[in-house]
């Protein structure tokens, strides 16, 4: 069955430092990866998706991350982390006419 | 430019009490879903609906009956509410029903539903 696994709860980050969360995904096939952030107390925003081609995909916000096949992981990145950036992250694979989402990693920024 | 609209944003409701949230979109979205989102669980999907009148079930249906009557229109009624379906409840759409893959879903800013 289609899995995601986002291996950190909870990671805390300098501001202006990079960051990197982590996501991991079982899938048979070819996968349809998303990363959706979620503001406290909002709804969830499309950060960036990986449907074929080029293996790093660009987003929003500043936000890039890198499909590896032979790893199974699709990892979100930012090079300078804001304090805006502060939220929860989901990392999630498309299924059928379903997205399955890992349990998120909640980023905390300080300063 | 509306999107995804979810009423209401916050209820709370006594243990057997029915309720029904709504859902509308203004995207002509063919695909519409339900998530519930509870700590450390992620989203789960509900039930989802590809198209007016059909629907079916998905990762956690019990206790949760949908219709959709309208291509606008996709609501989550509760028939007789329990404390376990404290939560957070997202609807999303997408345009077409070909599969969550290459069709991005759309969120509403979601319900709290407490149960007491």
């Known amino acids: 069955a289609q899995s995601v696994t986002q291996p950190d709860i909870h990671i805390t980050v300098s501001e202006g430092a990079s960051l990197e969360l982590r996501c991991n995904y079982s899938y048979g096939a070819t996968p349809y990866l998303f990363w959706y952030v979620q503001s406290p107390g909002q709804g969830l925003q499309l950060l960036l998706k990986y449907f074929s081609g080029d293996t790093l995909v660009q987003g929003i916000k500043g936000f890039e991350a890198e499909f590896k096949r032979s790893q199974s992981s699709f990892n979100l990145r930012k090079p300078s982390v804001h304090w805006s950036d502060a939220a929860e992250y989901f990392c999630a694979v498309a299924r059928g006419t379903a997205l399955i989402f890992g349990k998120g990693t909640t980023l905390s920024v300080s300063s | 430019n509306a999107g995804v609209t979810q009423t209401p944003k916050f209820q709370v409701l006594k243990t057997g009490q029915s309720m029904t949230l709504q859902c509308a979109q203004d995207?002509?979205?063919?695909?519409m879903s339900w998530y519930r989102q509870d700590p450390g669980m992620g989203l789960r999907l509900i039930h989802y609906s590809v198209g007016a009148g059909i629907t079916d079930q998905g990762e956690v249906p019990n206790g949760y009956n949908v219709s959709r009557s309208t291509t606008e229109d996709f609501p989550l009624r509760l028939l007789s509410a329990a404390p376990s379906q404290t939560s957070v409840y997202f609807c999303a759409s997408s345009l077409s029903s070909g599969g969550a893959g290459k069709n991005i879903q759309y969120f509403g800013a979601g319900t709290r539903l407490s149960v007491l």
């Open positions: 995207m002509n979205h063919e695909y």
